[in-house]
């Protein structure tokens, strides 16, 4: 390897390295604890009461919050357009709907998550969700569908799905996520995430979970497009990822006992490729630290219309 080539493998490690830390600490979980996740239904919902709010109609509420507590469940919270500051907390199963997702905007002031769910097969859409002090959604949940929103100017994640064992089987689609510390950090399993448009974070997407799927989504103008930490078995499919510091990077931590299965396949790099397209990150065993590259076998020869 000649001194050009070590000075670049040098650079990357000390800036993912640097960037990384707030993501990497704390996450120690063997692969046989993961197991403990067992298979549940999405129980079927029946919708009875719609709640407004905003709006100028008799009885509308003037805060989301209020509508959301006295709502029960499988019921709708519509709200109108307006600006809202709060930090919400949604602890039943709602539809939380907004009139226009330009117009409709839930603003965290920098205080907590701006919304918080803990109850499973929530609905959310049709709103900006911004200046959240950590998180603009903070999912604590499963099921749960995220669609259609604008989430943008939180310091630590657009979206962040939380925690291994717990909470999966989430659908993130259609969202338009930028200009946070990570567009979407996942760190629950069984996680659809699809034709977002992702941008303009440092990393695009944060993945420390198993099982998940990244398809049709666009990925760019971020520090690092993807970053892979530690987990197996996620599949990463026919996604732009374009115009990143870098596309992707990932560090994985091996042992006799498992085997890393992260399928990279027909993602659009920058250009068209005819060859497979190198992945490079760095891997970890008791004895060593290495480079190491994945590849995407087939990338796309041209960009996926989403």
């Given at each position: 390897?000649?001194?050009?080539?070590l000075?670049?493998?040098g650079?990357?490690i000390?800036?993912?390295f640097?960037l990384?830390?707030?993501?990497t600490?704390g996450y120690?979980?063997?692969?046989?604890e993961?197991q403990i996740?067992?298979e549940?239904?999405n129980?079927p919902?029946?919708?009875?009461n719609?709640?407004?709010?905003?709006?100028?109609?008799?009885?509308?509420?003037?805060?989301i919050?209020?509508?959301i507590?006295?709502a029960t469940e499988g019921?709708?919270v519509?709200?109108?357009k307006?600006?809202?500051?709060?930090n919400i907390?949604?602890?039943?199963?709602?539809?939380?709907i907004g009139e226009n997702?330009?117009?409709?905007?839930?603003?965290?002031n920098?205080?907590k998550?701006?919304i918080?769910?803990t109850?499973d097969?929530v609905f959310?859409?049709?709103?900006?969700?911004?200046?959240g002090?950590?998180?603009?959604?903070?999912?604590?949940s499963?099921?749960?569908?995220i669609?259609?929103?604008?989430i943008n100017?939180?310091?630590?994640a657009?979206?962040?799905?939380?925690l291994?064992?717990?909470?999966y089987?989430?659908?993130i689609?259609?969202?338009?996520?930028?200009?946070?510390?990570?567009?979407i950090?996942?760190n629950?399993?069984e996680?659809?995430?699809?034709?977002?448009k992702i941008?303009n974070?440092?990393?695009?997407?944060?993945?420390?979970?198993?099982?998940?799927t990244i398809?049709?989504n666009?990925?760019?103008?971020?520090?690092?497009?993807i970053f892979?930490?530690y987990e197996?078995n996620?599949?990463i499919?026919?996604?732009n990822?374009?115009?990143?510091?870098l596309?992707?990077?990932?560090?994985?931590y091996f042992?006799?006992?498992v085997?890393?299965?992260?399928?990279w396949?027909q993602?659009?790099?920058n250009?068209p490729?005819i060859?497979?397209?190198?992945i490079f990150g760095?891997k970890f065993?008791?004895?060593?630290v290495?480079p190491g590259f994945m590849?995407?076998?087939?990338?796309?020869?041209?960009?996926?219309?989403?």
């Amino acid at each position: 390897m000649n001194n050009n080539i070590l000075k670049v493998v040098g650079i990357s490690i000390l800036l993912v390295f640097t960037l990384v830390t707030p993501l990497t600490l704390g996450y120690n979980i063997s692969i046989s604890e993961k197991q403990i996740i067992t298979e549940e239904s999405n129980r079927p919902i029946s919708y009875s009461n719609t709640f407004y709010v905003g709006g100028t109609g008799p009885n509308n509420y003037t805060k989301i919050q209020d509508a959301i507590d006295n709502a029960t469940e499988g019921d709708i919270v519509h709200v109108y357009k307006s600006t809202y500051y709060e930090n919400i907390k949604i602890n039943k199963t709602i539809n939380l709907i907004g009139e226009n997702r330009d117009t409709t905007i839930i603003d965290g002031n920098y205080r907590k998550h701006t919304i918080h769910v803990t109850a499973d097969n929530v609905f959310i859409k049709g709103f900006t969700i911004r200046r959240g002090y950590t998180d603009g959604i903070f999912l604590e949940s499963s099921y749960g569908t995220i669609e259609g929103n604008n989430i943008n100017s939180n310091k630590q994640a657009g979206i962040n799905i939380w925690l291994h064992l717990r909470f999966y089987k989430n659908n993130i689609t259609g969202n338009i996520i930028s200009n946070n510390w990570h567009g979407i950090m996942i760190n629950g399993a069984e996680n659809n995430i699809s034709a977002n448009k992702i941008s303009n974070n440092i990393f695009g997407i944060s993945l420390s979970s198993y099982n998940n799927t990244i398809t049709y989504n666009s990925i760019l103008k971020n520090l690092i497009g993807i970053f892979v930490f530690y987990e197996v078995n996620n599949t990463i499919l026919k996604n732009n990822i374009i115009y990143n510091i870098l596309g992707a990077f990932f560090e994985l931590y091996f042992n006799e006992d498992v085997n890393f299965t992260i399928k990279w396949e027909q993602n659009y790099w920058n250009r068209p490729r005819i060859i497979p397209k190198p992945i490079f990150g760095i891997k970890f065993t008791q004895d060593s630290v290495y480079p190491g590259f994945m590849y995407d076998k087939h990338p796309a020869k041209k960009p996926y219309i989403i």
